[in-house]
């Protein structure tokens, strides 16, 4: 079994995929997506989302990263996949999942869900443009408006040559809406020959057995789940008990360092409220404390708060 971080736009940088794959046993991380319109992008668009660069395209803890390219033109596509191999990228992968109306209003993302002939004509031309020897990846929802055209969008990608695709288990009008449809993620299974990873309503150890089972895949990606409980991969697939609330608030004053003294530190106070809000989803004590911050504004004054909370004491 492989497990995968999923690329989650906005949340997943490079600060948090440092912090995650230091406490589970990911196997791969997707950045967050390379807008592409109609230019070779210069490096530093890469290196900004994918500072991983700099280090042979691994995270501090050594797992790899791969690029993530979004858009809608395939030569376009094709040139800054080029580009990212040429700055040090061990493989590209291809974003046609992402239902935000920012993306899909001009045809990125799951919105090409509706044309398997533009998919084709993505995959192959990335594909083209792509050292042989380094993978080129997908990931797709099961429909638009319907789960519906999964089949037939997954066979043009395979025969476009992408090495392997990742399942969103949902179609972009299901949003985040459970449940997640896995048996029809086992239809593409048998339907291609590359790998095929089940993604979508991933949150314990329990329900990754049974989207296992009914998808038929082994690997999994993992996405807001990874969020609402730090440790899941490797509760899944070492069956490390689920972390603590105590160790929780360590691992967020860690993250608000890793925030702070870095280059993003103006977004410090939204990112740490996102992720509280995810976390309140498993651990009830972040109800709380999401509570406690959510009207504050200034890095400090949320770090001291962070920093106040304390576990009842328990009497012997």
């Known amino acids: 079994m ?31 997506f390379v807008r592409v319109v109609d230019m070779r992008l210069p490096p530093r668009v890469f290196y900004r989302l994918c500072p991983e660069l700099h280090h042979g395209c691994r995270t501090p803890s050594g797992t790899p990263v791969r690029i993530q390219l979004l858009g809608q033109e395939p030569d376009w596509l094709a040139e800054n996949a080029d580009q990212a191999c040429r700055l040090g990228a061990e493989g590209i992968d291809l974003n046609f999942g992402c239902p935000a109306k920012t993306v899909n209003k001009h045809r990125g993302g799951a919105a090409l869900l509706g044309d398997s002939e533009q998919l084709y004509h993505i995959a192959r031309a990335v594909r083209a443009a792509v050292p042989a020897q380094l993978p080129v990846t997908a990931k797709i929802r099961l429909g638009l408006a319907e789960r519906d055209s999964y089949l037939e969008n997954s066979q043009a990608l395979a025969e476009g040559g992408i090495s392997e695709l990742a399942v969103h288990a949902r179609s972009k009008q299901d949003g985040y809406r459970p449940p997640a449809y896995w048996p029809l993620v086992a239809e593409i299974k048998q339907a291609l020959s590359i790998p095929v990873v089940v993604n979508g309503e991933i949150w314990n150890a329990e ?34 008990a689920p972390m603590s609330w105590e160790k929780v608030i360590a691992l967020l004053l860690n993250y608000s360092s890793l925030e702070v003294e870095g280059n993003k530190a103006v977004y410090y106070p939204n990112r740490i409220k996102q992720w509280l809000s995810y976390l309140k989803l498993y651990y009830p004590q972040a109800q709380d404390l999401f509570r406690d911050i959510r009207t504050l504004k200034h890095t400090d004054d949320i770090r001291l708060k962070l920093e106040e909370v304390t576990l009842p004491t328990i009497s012997c």
């Open 2 to 32: 492989r497990l995968i971080l999923a690329p989650m736009e906005g949340v997943l940088d490079h600060l948090m995929r440092d912090l995650l794959t230091r406490i589970n046993p990911f196997d791969l991380c997707v950045t967050e």
């Open 207 to 240: 329900q990754a057995k049974l989207a296992q089972q009914q998808s038929g895949c082994n690997d999994i990606m993992l996405g807001r789940g990874a969020l609402a409980l730090p440790n899941l991969a490797a509760t899944i697939k070492n069956g490390t």
